[in-house]
């Protein structure tokens, strides 16, 4: 564990990651069907901690905000455990790895409309359909609960931006078909074209590394957000274990294997990272790897845990 006495301050650890990870080159792809998120250069690289003392130290372009995406589903799991009987939506979704892509269609059906877990796209959109029975605007809930926890530090705080969830809308087939699947399985309550535009609405939250890092600390503090428990600190921890598992997609033991902490990408390139008890990371570079995750944010999460001694392990 990195100490006062023998490393350097925390903001220059992150200015140097930044000078070590930035792209230099156009490596890495971006994802074919959500036009907008092929507009930022692929050069962008932020990076934010929030501490449990409540300390914000960033570098690089941790103020800009990015489509957050497969982010969101940590924040409406949150929301849904927070919300209602965990035990009802747990009998509708499964807790373990998938080992397949995060909207593959073919799991689902041989597994008969119960999603592997909550962080691949057919059981985010069963823990969207569990929080809009409460909240029919579950985006809406989301988008607020983030605005609360990430303050006003800089800009305008999260928001929903509306022209991008409108194309990725209109390309929405994969999405709608798994909702139809999970429909017809009975494991969709409401309508699948409801589902899937407050999912996508969800997804395309933006915000910026360090609002995002300030708004998953609640993760880190045992459910404790910026104005009060948000979750149990059982349920912390619960979320914090599917993220180690299930949080990078089908590459997850990759993750844990190189960062040893847990984690949720999105296909923006971001990924927040949970430090128990320590701090919540957040880092974002557009450039995505094959499985989906931030190519120069999984480098930059492996050195950063390496060189502060930060890991659960
Ligand atoms: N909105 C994207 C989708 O549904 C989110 C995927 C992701 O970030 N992995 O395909």
Redesign the pocket.
Known sequence: MMTALDSPPLGLVLADIVHSHRPRSEAGSV?A??PHLSSPPFDRFGIAVATTSGDVFSAGDADLPFSI???SKVFTLAMALSADDPGRLWSRVLREPSGTS??SLVQLEVEHGIPRNPFI?SGALVVTDHLMERFPDAAGHVLQFLRVQAGQHSGQGPFIDEVAAGN?LAN?S??LALAHFLKNFGNLHRSAEAVVEN??RQ??IMMSCVEMAKAGLFLARGGHGANGPVVSRSEAKRIGSIMLTCGM?DAAGEFAYRVGLPGK????GGILVIVPGECAICVWSPRLDSK?NSLAGSAALADLSDRTGWSVF
């Open positions: 994802p069907g959500i995406q497969s982010i995060f909207n796209n990725e929405s994969r999405n999912y996508v997804c395309s997609y990408s999105g296909v923006g989906g």
